[in-house]
C-alpha cells in the first residue's frame, strides 16, 4: 500500500498565519472600541445624574415630576416643629425652602425660617435616632420620596449646622504677638 502524506506549503502557511494575525488585530480593535464606549457611556451619565447634588424645596413642591420618584432635597429646619419618637425611633419637622443664591448660609438659613411666606415641606425620618445636629436653622439635606399626601419620606438624613462650624477668628493679642 501506499502511503498518504500530507505537507503544508509555505505558501499555504504564510496565508494562514496572515489570517490569523488578521482576526487577531480585528478582535484587539473591537475590544479597544468597546472598552472605549462604555468609558464614554459611564462618563456621560455620571456626569448627567450627579451634575445637582439635590433641589429645591420650592422645585420639589412646584414640579409634579417628582411625586413617588427618590430624589434629595435640601432645606432649612425649623426647630419647634421637631418632634421624635423614641419608640418607633421616628423623627418628624417641618423643613422651609433655602433661597437658590446666598452669600451667607447661616443668614440664608436664617432668613428661610423666620419668613413665613417661604413654601415649607413636612418631613418624615423612620427608622433614625435623633441626630445631634437637628436643631432650629440646621441645613438638611435629605434622601427620600414625596407622597400623594405631601409628607417627604425620607431615608437618609444629613445635616449641616452653620452656627456650629464658624471659623475661629484668633485672638487679636495673640495674633500681633510672633514669639505666640
Known amino acids: 500500500m501506499t502511503e498518504a502524506t500530507w505537507e503544508k506549503t509555505a ?9 490569523r494575525r488578521a482576526a487577531r488585530r480585528l478582535h484587539f480593535l473591537l475590544a479597544g472600541l468597546l472598552i472605549l464606549v462604555a468609558s464614554v457611556w459611564l462618563i456621560i ?16 413642591v412646584s414640579n409634579p415630576q417628582w411625586s413617588g420618584v ?3 432635597v435640601s432645606g432649612a429646619v425649623l426647630g419647634p ?3 421624635w419618637d423614641p419608640d418607633s ?6 423643613m422651609a425652602a433655602i433661597p437658590a443664591r446666598f452669600d451667607d448660609l447661616a443668614t440664608a438659613l436664617h432668613d ?12 418624615v425620618v423612620p427608622d433614625q435616632p435623633k441626630p445631634d445636629l437637628l436643631q432650629h436653622e440646621a441645613q438638611a439635606i435629605l434622601t427620600g420620596r ?6 417627604f419620606t425620607a431615608s437618609e438624613l444629613l445635616l449641616k449646622c452653620p452656627s ?3 471659623e475661629a477668628v484668633p485672638d487679636p493679642a495673640i495674633a500681633g504677638h510672633p514669639d505666640l
Open 45 to 60: 451619565s455620571g456626569t448627567a445624574s450627579g451634575a445637582r447634588y439635590f433641589i429645591s424645596v420650592d422645585e420639589l
Open 146 to 151: 414625596l407622597g400623594a399626601d405631601g409628607v
Open 89 to 94: 425611633l421616628t423623627i418628624a419637622f417641618t
Open 11 to 19: 505558501i499555504s502557511a504564510q496565508r494562514f498565519s496572515g489570517r
Open 164 to 166: 456650629r462650624f464658624e
Open 81 to 83: 416643629s421637631i418632634t
Open 112 to 123: 428661610a425660617v423666620s419668613d413665613p411666606s417661604v413654601t415649607r415641606l413636612e418631613v
Open 70 to 72: 427618590t430624589v434629595r
